[in-house]
């Protein structure tokens, strides 16, 4: 679970209550990569492949050149497709709207 997110570091938990794993990074020069600053190495709590933070923006980018190379793709192949590219299980929801930013 990510509690903070600014331009200069990113600070993430575990979703579990009272559970004391966290992570501290900040951005390195290329704007890409992140320099893990402080890590709690021991988690051992189990975890999800679900995310809470694939925006309709991020889904539409990365079903773009899926809908470019057949434009009649269905939404249950367009599920599917993600389903393998990210492990994301509530998607179907974000489709319509990557879509409709796609166009």
């Known amino acids: 679970m990510r509690m903070r997110n600014e331009k200069t570091r990113v600070t993430s938990h575990c979703s579990v ?3 004391p ?3 501290h990074a900040s951005p390195l020069s290329d704007g890409v990569t992140f320099q893990i600053k402080t890590n709690v190495p021991n988690h051992t709590c ?3 492949d679900a995310t809470k ?3 309709a923006e991020w889904i539409a980018g990365k079903i773009e050149n899926m809908l470019r190379e057949n434009p009649r793709m269905k ?3 367009i599920r599917n497709e993600l ?3 990210v ?3 509530n998607i179907c929801r974000f489709i319509g709207l990557g879509r ?3 166009n």
Do not use: F
């Open 83 to 85: 389903k393998n590219l």
């Open 21 to 23: 794993w966290r992570i």
């Open 46 to 48: 189990v975890r999800s």
């Open 100 to 102: 409709r930013l796609w």
């Open 75 to 77: 939404l249950r192949g």
């Open 53 to 55: 933070e694939a925006s």
């Open 87 to 89: 492990s994301a299980l």
């Open 17 to 19: 209550k009272d559970y």
